[in-house]
């Protein structure tokens, strides 16, 4: 099944460049999947299908309500009801518009909301914001503020152990490159 949503997301995904790519998707797969390494009482499969759904019914990209996509891949692979109903929580739960940094109830939730949160951290979280800022009209310096608004909270709110570990080189990546930035355009 999850080899299934690997191919399911490419096709939802394609032709998308503005930094919810297919890519992306795959990034916080993985991360996720290093997070359930490192903690092991959570349910791996369920980890793994919510972190490769969790943008499939993105609001930013599709005009789906009630996570029609998700649960329309998930009923074609005839995923046990219980299953769908976590997979579709922990989706709900990512997100940072609906959710702010309230953290979700189950290990599970709070690993994939990790996993997506690390993946906006670090060189792929810079090259993602101007890909964004780029596609949406913004200058250099509207990106950057996108930096001191929204990236630089998220090492703070992080559920997990490993992700706050994963997390401090990435950070301290953006730190450098503000400095950086600043000093080549003062
Ligand atoms: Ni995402």
Not at 151 to 176: I, K, V, Y
């Given at each position: 099944m999850?080899?299934a949503?690997k191919?399911?997301?490419?096709?939802?995904?394609?032709?998308?460049?503005?930094g919810?790519?297919?890519?992306?998707?795959?990034?916080?797969?993985?991360?996720?999947?290093r997070l359930?390494?490192a903690?092991?009482?959570?349910d791996?499969?369920t980890?793994?299908l919510?972190?490769l759904l969790?943008?499939a019914?993105?609001?930013?990209l599709f005009?789906t309500?009630?996570?029609?996509?998700?649960?329309?891949?998930?009923?074609?692979?005839?995923?046990?009801?219980a299953?769908?109903e976590?997979?579709c929580?922990i989706?709900d739960?990512v997100?940072?518009s609906?959710?702010?940094?309230?953290p979700?109830?189950?290990?599970e939730?709070r690993i994939?909301q990790?996993?997506?949160?690390?993946d906006?951290?670090?060189a792929?979280?810079?090259?993602?914001?101007?890909?964004?800022g780029?596609?949406?009209?913004?200058t250099?310096?509207?990106?950057?503020k996108?930096f001191?608004?929204k990236l630089?909270?998220?090492?703070?709110?992080?559920?997990?152990?490993?992700?706050?570990?994963?997390?401090?080189e990435r950070?301290?990546?953006l730190?450098?490159?503000?400095?950086?930035?600043?000093?080549?355009t003062r």
């Amino acid at each position: 099944m999850i080899e299934a949503a690997k191919r399911y997301i490419e096709n939802l995904f394609a032709g998308d460049s503005g930094g919810h790519d297919a890519a992306h998707t795959l990034r916080v797969y993985r991360n996720a999947m290093r997070l359930a390494d490192a903690l092991p009482d959570c349910d791996r499969e369920t980890v793994a299908l919510a972190a490769l759904l969790h943008d499939a019914d993105d609001p930013k990209l599709f005009k789906t309500e009630n996570l029609a996509n998700a649960r329309a891949f998930l009923a074609s692979q005839n995923a046990d009801p219980a299953r769908i109903e976590a997979v579709c929580r922990i989706i709900d739960g990512v997100s940072f518009s609906k959710n702010g940094l309230a953290p979700p109830t189950t290990l599970e939730g709070r690993i994939v909301q990790d996993a997506d949160r690390l993946d906006a951290l670090g060189a792929v979280g810079i090259a993602r914001t101007f890909a964004y800022g780029g596609a949406h009209g913004r200058t250099l310096d509207e990106s950057v503020k996108h930096f001191h608004e929204k990236l630089l909270h998220l090492a703070d709110g992080l559920n997990t152990s490993p992700a706050r570990e994963l997390a401090r080189e990435r950070h301290e990546f953006l730190l450098q490159f503000l400095r950086q930035y600043e000093e080549e355009t003062r």
